[in-house]
């Protein structure tokens, strides 16, 4: 299994707190992913990584940021929780940004803002 | 556009029993991947196959098969001889080349399958 760590598993939240979810990998992969899993959208892409400081926005990227200042970890903010955030958050990493190229995921987090 | 379409919702079989998840998509590209994955009740996603738009070969590895058909472009998944192990929601996806750092996936619904003993 690839060395994929999200954290945490579960959070609640209130409307308008920031939030932090953490990816952490040991594969040394260069590009790392976050994505959202909702119900009737399957997997939206939020922000990916190609390298340290190197990030750029996904499909639907709005109210979210993120921040890669080492290989291993990649952070995802919700700057001001909504509502609309409540989803499942899974972070993938892949060694290379190729069209073929097959990602390894995380267990995902579960995030449930009120 | 490009699209992954997986009409099945939802399938419920008894064990032993052989299944077939369908997927189609749709892309103007020549050149484009195609992806089944796993994700069981744990959570995570786990990759299962990937075949490539010029090798129409079908796969088999154990229980699972794949048949790709470029005409009808589907690229169709079966298993046989169903487990309870295999109750999970599967996805099927589409990748395509994409100048500079990303590639876009493109990602059906999900088809939630149901093995019951």
């Known amino acids: 299994d690839a060395g994929i760590t999200q954290s945490p598993r579960h959070k609640v939240t209130e409307t308008g707190t920031p939030v932090t979810l953490r990816c952490h990998q040991t594969?040394?992969?260069?590009?790392m992913y976050w994505y959202r899993q909702d119900p009737g959208h399957g997997l939206r892409l939020i922000h990916y990584s190609y390298g340290v400081k190197d990030t750029d926005k996904g499909e639907v990227s709005d109210g979210y940021s993120v921040s890669r200042s080492k290989t291993e970890d990649f952070l995802l903010t919700l700057e001001s929780a909504t509502s609309s955030q409540t989803s499942v958050y899974f972070c993938?990493?892949?060694?290379?940004?190729?069209?073929?190229?097959?990602?390894?995921f995380g267990s995902g987090t579960q995030l449930s803002v009120l | 556009a490009q699209k992954v379409t997986q009409a099945q919702t939802e399938i419920s079989v008894v064990e032993k029993e052989d299944v077939t998840l369908d997927c189609v998509y749709e892309t103007r590209d020549t050149t484009y991947y195609l992806f089944w994955y796993k994700q069981p009740p744990s959570g995570e996603l786990v990759f299962l196959i990937r075949r490539n738009s010029f090798d129409e070969q079908n796969e088999i590895s154990g229980r699972y098969s794949w048949n790709f058909q470029k005409s009808t472009s589907s690229f169709n998944f079966t298993i046989t001889a169903s487990q309870v192990v295999d109750s999970a929601v599967y996805f099927c996806a589409l990748s395509t080349p994409w100048a500079g750092n990303n590639r876009k996936l493109i990602w059906g619904l999900g088809t939630s399958l149901a093995v019951n003993p």
């Open positions: 993938a990493i892949s060694s290379n940004p190729n069209a073929n190229e097959k990602l390894f």
């Open positions: 594969e040394n992969h260069r590009y």
